[in-house]
């Protein structure tokens, strides 16, 4: 089993309310190392810079504010709340039935990892403006 497989399947603690991701991303350090890797977009993972990862943290707040209409967050996940080496987030436009009582719940849209993470195959195709979003992240066409 590889360091990402071990974090990937092992305990994952919520950040459940919208104050409480606000708190979590001010302890995400940008210049640590991390991977991104957009699932069912992006073909492998890329090692982001500082600069990256402060632009991906605006943005995908931003996107889970404006997407995620509930009271509570409850679609970001880490590792470790306080100090973080895999954060998974979960598209706000692909949750299928509430609670994970799917039998085939959907897979997370993000991940940031500070390992480098394996394949991650997509639960289904990631939509077009999913693709555009991360591309224009990136800076790429």
């Known amino acids: 089993m590889t360091e990402f497989q071990r974090l990937d399947t092992g305990r994952l603690w919520s950040v459940m309310g919208w104050d409480q991701l606000t708190e979590f991303w001010k302890r995400i ?5 991390w991977y991104l890797l ?3 977009v992006s073909p492998a993972p890329t090692l982001c810079d500082a600069a990256a990862i402060t632009a991906f943290i605006a943005r995908i707040d ?5 997407e995620h209409h509930e009271s509570y967050c409850g ?3 880490a590792d470790d709340l306080e ?3 895999l954060i998974k987030i979960y598209d ?3 949750l299928g039935s509430s609670c994970g009582s799917s039998k085939n719940p959907p897979g997370p849209g993000w991940i940031m990892s500070r ?3 394996d394949a991650i195959p997509a639960s289904r195709p990631a939509p077009e403006n999913r693709k555009r ?4 992240l990136l800076g790429d066409s």
């Open 115 to 117: 390992v480098e993470p």
């Open 92 to 94: 706000p436009n692909n």
């Open 83 to 85: 100090s973080p080496r």
């Open 29 to 33: 350090d940008p210049a640590a190392g």
């Open 62 to 66: 931003a996107l889970l504010r404006a």
């Open 38 to 40: 957009a699932v069912g």
């Open 133 to 136: 979003w991360w591309h224009g």
């Open 75 to 77: 679609i970001v996940y």
